[in-house]
């Protein structure tokens, strides 16, 4: 394809919010410390995940899942873990805010032709289902702990995203994009990994790997386009699509 073309994915961007509505934390879960406000989203970030890490041993079986009943990390929010990653530069790299995103579908280099027809096919997968709360509890690792490469934040509350991807996958590659179909799995990532991470990494894993880092709102899927950069890639919403719209496209 022609290299001037954008590279394009189908993404949610988090949109900050007000705390759950009672009773709206997923079972087992502690008591939120603090929601993803404006000036949390100042210093977040996401994309696929493998590894998990390991459960204390004395651990129940909502902690094994990477939830915790104690409210012991209850308050550490995104700003303060990407702060503290921020400081194991450069073998630890924090995503900056701005870029934050869930990577529902990777297109590639895409025709922006066909960007209406994406469009459609992300209006047609998303009928029936309005916003709704995604919690972000629980760290894990990919491709594994002994090995890492992408520090992420597992989601609560996803199965409506993961029943858009199953919709949306086989109208995407209807239209004639491949692309990466393992199968997705709901994360946000913290940051990535280009070297043997320093002493504090691992006492970092240690000390928040079940906290509960707030909640966000899903409004919209986006189709966004990306640019890379010397300084890192610049992200650009081509189009989005309200979550709630019963209105389908013709055809």
């Known amino acids: 394809?022609?290299?001037?073309?954008?590279?394009?994915?189908?993404?949610?961007?988090?949109?900050?919010?007000?705390?759950?509505?009672?009773?709206?934390?997923?079972?087992?879960?502690?008591?939120?410390?603090?929601?993803?406000?404006?000036?949390?989203?100042?210093?977040?970030?996401?994309?696929?995940?493998?590894g998990v890490l390991p459960a204390p041993d004395s651990g129940s079986a909502n902690e094994s899942a990477g939830l915790s009943a104690s409210s012991q990390h209850a308050k550490f929010s995104l700003s303060d873990a990407l702060t503290e990653l921020g400081t194991m530069l450069p073998a630890v790299r924090p995503v900056p805010a701005h870029n934050l995103h869930l990577t529902l579908r990777f297109?590639?280099?895409?025709?922006?032709?066909?960007?209406?027809?994406?469009?459609?096919?992300?209006?047609?997968?998303?009928a029936g289902i309005g916003p709704f709360v995604v919690h972000l509890q629980g760290l894990g690792i990919f491709p594994s702990p002994a090995r890492p490469t992408v520090l992420w934040v597992s989601l609560q509350g996803a199965e409506p995203l993961q029943e858009i991807v199953k919709r949306l996958n086989p109208r995407v590659d209807a239209?004639?994009?491949?692309?990466?179909?393992?199968?997705?799995?709901?994360?946000?990532?913290?940051?990535?990994?280009?070297?043997?991470?320093?002493?504090?990494?691992g006492s970092f894993l240690q000390r928040h790997r079940h906290a509960y880092f707030g909640s966000f709102t899903v409004h919209a899927i986006d189709l966004m386009?990306?640019?890379?950069?010397?300084?890192?890639?610049i992200y650009t919403v081509a189009g989005r699509v309200e979550l709630g719209n019963e209105t389908l496209p013709r055809g």
């Open 1 to 50: 394809m022609n290299a001037a073309m954008p590279r394009a994915f189908i993404a949610v961007t988090p949109t900050p919010g007000s705390a759950p509505a009672p009773g709206s934390m997923p079972p087992g879960s502690i008591a939120p410390g603090n929601d993803i406000s404006g000036n949390e989203l100042s210093s977040v970030s996401p994309r696929l995940c493998r």
């Open 107 to 126: 297109l590639g280099e895409s025709d922006e032709s066909l960007f209406p027809a994406l469009l459609d096919a992300i209006k047609v997968s998303t």
């Open 175 to 201: 239209l004639g994009f491949g692309g990466d179909l393992r199968a997705w799995q709901p994360h946000l990532t913290l940051a990535r990994i280009k070297a043997r991470p320093p002493q504090e990494f």
């Open 225 to 233: 386009t990306s640019q890379l950069r010397p300084q890192g890639p």
